[in-house]
């Protein structure tokens, strides 16, 4: 059974950077794609960012698009979220997931089968 645990969030001046680490641990730690969500009070679960099982490939919500930069390390079962020029609307709980899938990258929760507890972020202005 596949398991994840999200670490490195905690508060920060907007303008700053968190690097977010996603440990995938599990019979099948190393060969799905994994995404990136956030969910703010009283608001939905959004998608961030996602990548391919080999890296080959990633997708960026517009929102963070060229802040935020997805990558992992499979010999270390490590996904990670380098978040850059934060801004007070990136706090949030921050959720990695695994998805169903190799190489499509999926935007809607419900193509990940295997969430993270979260972790929190939260950018003062």
């Known amino acids: 059974q596949v398991q994840l645990v999200e670490s490195g969030g905690g508060l920060v001046q907007a303008g700053g950077s968190l690097k977010l680490s996603c440990l995938v641990s599990?019979?099948?730690?190393?060969?799905?794609?994994v995404g990136w969500f956030r969910q703010a009070p009283g608001k939905e679960r959004e998608f961030v960012a996602a990548?391919?099982?080999?890296?080959?490939?990633?997708l960026y919500a517009d929102s963070v698009k060229d802040r935020f930069i997805t990558s992992r390390d499979n010999a270390k079962s490590t996904v990670y979220l380098q978040m850059n020029s934060l801004k007070p609307e990136d706090t949030a709980v921050y959720f990695c997931?695994?998805?169903?899938?190799?190489?499509?990258?999926?935007?809607?929760?419900?193509?990940?089968?295997?969430w993270g507890q979260g972790t929190q972020v939260t950018v003062s202005s």
């Open positions: 997931a695994s998805s169903v899938r190799y190489v499509i990258l999926d935007t809607n929760p419900e193509a990940y089968a295997t």
């Open positions: 599990g019979r099948t730690n190393d060969n799905h794609a």
């Open positions: 990548i391919t099982f080999n890296a080959h490939r990633t």
